[in-house]
């Protein structure tokens, strides 16, 4: 059975900082993976989609890569700003629904 | 732009009752999706449809039911409310198994 691990599970950096977030999964034998941003009491909202066939995508301050063989993604965000304090999940779907890791609170002190 | 909408933000209901949460998206997607996600849990998928009429069981179906009868609009259906399903309840969208999903801005059910 798919299971995603976030590390860390929370992390505060000085705003302008440049950071990365970890995603691991156990099976690499999946289709895609996910990248939202959840707001404290709100839905989530995606920010990047990487087949399982692109080594990695990217939006704006944001970029993720993906290692399928490893099983592992990392979405890195540059030039941090309080904006961006927010929990960010990754999510992975094989040949069944997303199966998501609970998420790395991440804070961005001004 | 892409929507998915939920017929509520906040919701409070008394244990015993019977609840119905709605999900409506605007984008001609087959599948839909219903999670809840509780602190220190994660997201936990409760049941998901990929066609009108059709439905299967997620995670933690347990207590819940689904109904989808037309494309658009996915509800769930808790037939006695209890205090453990007190949470916040997801809904999404998407246009198959493996593609991009899309969230609603989830609905906060609280159960007394």
């Known amino acids: 059975k798919q299971e995603v691990t976030q590390i860390p599970a929370a992390l505060s950096v000085p705003e302008g900082e440049n950071l990365v977030l970890n995603c691991s999964f156990t099976?690499?034998?999946?289709?895609?993976l996910q990248w939202f941003r959840q707001d404290p009491g709100k839905g989530l909202t995606s920010l990047l989609l990487?087949?399982?066939?692109?080594r990695e995508q990217t939006s704006g301050r944001l970029n993720a890569s993906l290692d399928k063989s490893s099983g592992r993604s990392t979405l890195y965000i540059a030039a941090s700003q309080p904006g961006d304090s927010a929990t960010y999940l990754c999510?992975?779907?094989?040949?069944?629904?997303?199966?998501f890791g609970k998420g790395t609170r991440l804070s961005v002190i001004a | 732009d892409v929507k998915v909408t939920q017929s509520s933000r906040y919701l409070v209901k008394r244990t015993g009752e019977k609840v119905f949460l709605e999900c409506v998206q605007d984008?001609?997607?087959?599948?839909m999706f219903w999670y809840r996600q509780d602190p220190g849990l994660g997201l936990r998928l409760i049941y998901f449809?990929?066609?009108?009429?059709?439905?299967e069981k997620g995670d933690i179906p347990e207590g819940y039911s689904v109904s989808r009868e037309k494309k658009e609009r996915f509800s769930l259906i808790l037939e006695s409310a209890s205090t453990n399903q007190t949470s916040m309840y997801l809904c999404?969208?998407?246009?198959?198994?493996?593609?991009?999903?899309?969230f609603g801005p989830g609905t906060r059910l609280t159960v007394l």
């Open positions: 449809s990929y066609d009108v009429k059709m439905k």
């Open positions: 099976d690499s034998a999946i289709y895609n």
């Open positions: 999404a969208s998407a246009s198959g198994i493996g593609f991009e999903q899309f």
């Open positions: 984008m001609d997607h087959e599948n």
């Open positions: 999510a992975v779907s094989g040949n069944t629904p997303l199966v």
């Open positions: 990487i087949q399982s066939s692109q």
